[in-house]
């Protein structure tokens, strides 16, 4: 984004090292996949009003409280299971489905023979973005 | 089920069969959850807020605008949307340093610094920054000389924070382009200043 034929002349700027800007991305945003799949779905329903984001904010608060209450010593926290409770609970208590439906789908899921992931199972996105219909990075 | 992430299957496997039956029910759109990662990923990240922090550094009637009001200024420049509704910025000065955390979550102004980084939604740092904040920061590589005071702002559900860093000595011929180039993410959270070049 920084080298498009019309900018103006201006020094060469570093992409790594102490000297280097603020690129679009400082780091790697998302540790897995599905970490980027859930992100974007809460900021999905809040666009379309499924919810609005300070009722999902209020329950990742909450999910993110309850964690820091009471876990396992020496647990990492894991910021996006905080985040994917919360869009659990927000998309059931805006009656969209409920928990058990998430459940025996994910069950459901699991039970799909090694190699089956990669394809085949429904549209295309339903390995997150190994399944290959979703923009690769280039 | 209120626990149920954490249970037996797999959080990509939950939010796979999430995905799938928003999409069934066509709640979500896949394409346009792909438009928001990749929008993230590639395009809106700290050189949003740089370049505001630079162009406030060269034009003193656009930071005048900026510290009256965050918000209209930061479109002016293109900046907007979820996450950047409401911005307060807040100017360094020789009496006061100001560092922005979340306390409760991970609040934090996407449209100018792109997604939080992991350390700022690390428990350590959001309770560290509000107990211990001179501590914390020095701790992060930022001594912050004792006559300056601190105030740690906490983004709340309304407002977001963008914190304008003091221009570095030796800059003065510098154009807003050069500038941005010096600005970092971590300058524009307070935890950190900008180095002269």
Redesign the interface.
Known sequence: ??TGPDR?P??A?DVEGPGA???????L?FA???E??????A??????G?FT??EF??D??AR??AW?AHHPDGEP?R???CW??A???R?VAAG??D?????E??????ERPAGHDHGGH??G????HSSGS??S?N | MTDAPSGRLSPALRTEALEQLLVERELVDPAVMDAFITTYERDVGPLNGARVVARAWTDPEYRAWLLQDGTAAIKDLGYGGPQGEHMVVLEQTEDVHHVVVCTLCSCYPWPVLGLPPSWYKDPAYRAGMVRTPRRTLREMGLEVPEGREIQVWDSSAEVRYLVLPRRPAGTEEWDAEALAALVTRDAMVGVAEVAAP
């Open positions: 984004m920084s103006p201006g020094p700027l800007p603020p690129r679009a991305n400082g780091e945003l897995e996949p599905w980027s799949r859930a992100f974007a779905m900021v999905t329903l809040a666009q379309t499924l984001w300070d904010r209020d990742l608060v993110i409280a820091e926290f910021y996006y299971r994917l409770a869009l659990e609970d998309v969209a489905l928990a058990v439906t998430v459940d789908r994910s069950a459901h899921l699991a429904g549209h996105h339903g390995h997150g979703t923009p990075p």
